[in-house]
């Protein structure tokens, strides 16, 4: 009798001794598997290449006139609307192709619908890069009563790798201060972008919410 319960103790002890020897190998092949998905990550770099300020004189009028850092944009000038723009330069500069790229997001700052700024849905390394541009478009009232305020932005983009293994997002922020004030005026500011950071993150679940 203590013989056969001795004999199922150790069977059960075999048994349990076998099924985490096997949730250990498992573990050890899925981190082998996302060890060797990660050596062919790829890393979308969101770089802002073009930070400017435009005035536009009337709603008839096309395009906008670029003013440099310390210009003063008066009060009785009259601009229909003026512009705060960041033109992003993005660009592949991970170890392998991107893939599903998603349509950008972007908070703080609406993201400018042009024809010629075209997200692609797969990038390599050796792709050309594309451009996403943030407008922010207020008269001169609302630029100036928040002058004195920093806005937070956000732009993220989301996409994969190319065995569909490794989901990826690169995110930029940043916080904006187009203008100083100058009496009534508004002074365009040298530094417009304050406490930027860019990172890249990697995760074997979607990002997707």
């Not at 210009?71 to 609307?81: G, K, L, Q, V, Y």
């Not at 660009?91 to 619908?113: C, D, L, V």
């Not at 940043?174 to 995760?203: C, H, M, W």
């Amino acid at each position: 009798m203590n013989f056969e319960i001795i004999s199922k103790t150790a069977d059960i002890l075999v048994g349990i001794t076998a099924v985490v020897s096997l949730w250990i190998s498992i573990k050890a092949i899925r981190k082998a598997d996302w060890n060797s998905a990660l050596s062919t990550v790829p890393s979308l770099i969101l770089r802002p290449l073009r930070i400017w300020v435009g005035v536009r004189h009337s709603e008839v009028e096309h395009g906008y006139g670029v003013m440099d850092a310390g210009s003063i944009i008066r009060a009785d000038a009259n601009h229909f609307e003026i512009v705060f723009s960041i033109e992003f330069d993005c660009f592949n500069s991970g170890r392998g192709s991107a893939f599903n790229i998603s349509q950008p997001k972007a908070t703080g700052m609406p993201i400018a619908e042009e024809r010629y700024h075209k997200v692609p849905l797969y990038q390599t390394t050796e792709d050309e890069s594309f451009r996403i541009k943030l407008q922010l478009i207020k008269n001169f009232r609302e630029w100036y009563e928040m002058a004195e305020f920093a806005i937070p932005v956000c732009l993220e983009i989301t996409y994969m790798n190319d065995q569909n293994t490794v989901f990826c997002r690169s995110i930029w922020k940043a916080e904006i201060r187009p203008f100083d004030k100058d009496g009534e005026n508004l002074k365009v500011r040298d530094t417009r972008l304050l406490n930027r950071v860019g990172r890249i993150q990697y995760s074997a679940h979607s990002y997707a919410k």
